[in-house]
């Protein structure tokens, strides 16, 4: 079936006139004549049956239908003209990968090993982006996903990267001149709570044993970075993946109070829509990913 769509040539002239409020600004930009930019847009009105300007003392001004439309379309361009600029800039090979990553993963995890990659695959630019809440695909331009959870998504191709194994950390100032605390001292401190996981601290005293009755009560952080920040700070003790602990052990800035580790009740996988799981360009992504979480 023949596509429902008016001509880049009148989608770029309406663009530009949209731009600039000005048929004769927008003639100049594309090196058109005046005349030319106002046979496209009226053939473009024609096509879709709608008013996309009216005149003013000052020029032309868009209708709400044509306010609206522009947006979309504005954005339509960005994108063909970026995917365009990438097919050149690549001649071919590599290509772009549009990849959301919950934040703390993304910058304690995956940004410190990324100068591999791009020694390995100069030919592919990796753009990301931060998603700590569950999407859509659909309403996106992402081509992948690290996301946490059961790995069970419809519409996926979900690959098991890691499971997500939690610590106890703590400024060594906050339990001073303690170096090391019991589970049940360490349930009288303020226990920093993730609101992306109501539980944690529960299925972590549950594994080792003991019930404090008080451990969902505590200050509320949205992302893990944040409780790693105040209990930096010396606010509480954070529930935290290890993977995102750095040297922040090392170098003394945190002490674990309590040597336990749970395994929490999601792991980390990476994902794809069904209709892009066969990507080139993933496929050498996750490749790579599956050889660094081996090492």
């Known amino acids: 079936m023949r596509r429902k769509i008016p001509s880049t040539n009148a989608l770029n002239a309406f663009e530009a006139a949209a731009r600039h409020a000005s048929f004769t600004e927008a003639a100049n930009e594309l090196a058109l004549t005046q005349s030319a930019v106002c046979r496209q847009i009226a053939g473009l009105e024609d096509f879709l049956g709608v008013k996309l300007f009216r005149r003013s003392r ?5 209708t709400e239908a044509g306010a609206t439309y522009h947006r ?6 960005d994108e063909v003209e970026r995917d365009t600029l990438d097919l050149m800039a690549h001649q071919g090979r590599g290509g772009t990968l549009e990849l959301a990553v919950v934040p703390t993963f993304g910058t304690r995890w995956l940004l410190p090993r990324l100068p591999d ?41 979900a690959t098991h990267l890691m499971p997500e194994t939690l610590v106890p950390v703590c400024s060594p100032s906050l339990i001073a001149p303690r170096k090391k605390l019991t589970p049940q001292q360490l349930a009288e401190y303020p226990l920093l709570q993730q ?35 105040a209990a930096t700070v010396g606010l ?16 003394g800035r945190l002490v674990i109070p309590v040597k336990h580790a749970a395994p929490s009740d999601r792991a980390y996988y990476l994902v794809s ?14 490749d790579w990913m599956l050889e660094q979480v081996r090492t």
Not at 58 to 62: I, M, S, T, Y
Not at 136 to 141: G, R, Y
Not at 279 to 286: C, D, E, N
Request: a neutral charge; aromatic letters at 12%; hydrophobic letters at 35%.
């Open 236 to 251: 509480g003790v954070a529930l935290v993946p290890e993977y995102c602990l750095g040297d922040d052990i090392k170098s």
């Open 58 to 62: 000052r020029g032309v001004v868009l």
């Open 117 to 157: 990659f791009a020694r390995k695959h100069p030919d592919v630019t990796l753009n990301l982006s931060s998603q700590s809440r569950p999407f859509l695909f659909d309403e996106t331009d992402f081509d992948a996903a690290i996301y946490t959870g059961d790995g069970n998504w419809p519409g996926t191709v």
């Open 273 to 286: 829509p069904e209709h892009k799981a066969e990507s080139p360009v993933l496929a050498v992504f996750r």
């Open 195 to 229: 609101s992306t996981r109501p539980h944690s601290w529960r299925l972590w005293f549950e594994s080792i044993g003991y019930s404090p009755g008080k451990e969902l009560v505590g200050p509320r952080y949205e992302l893990y970075f944040m409780s790693l920040q």
């Open 72 to 77: 979309k379309v504005a954005q339509r361009l």
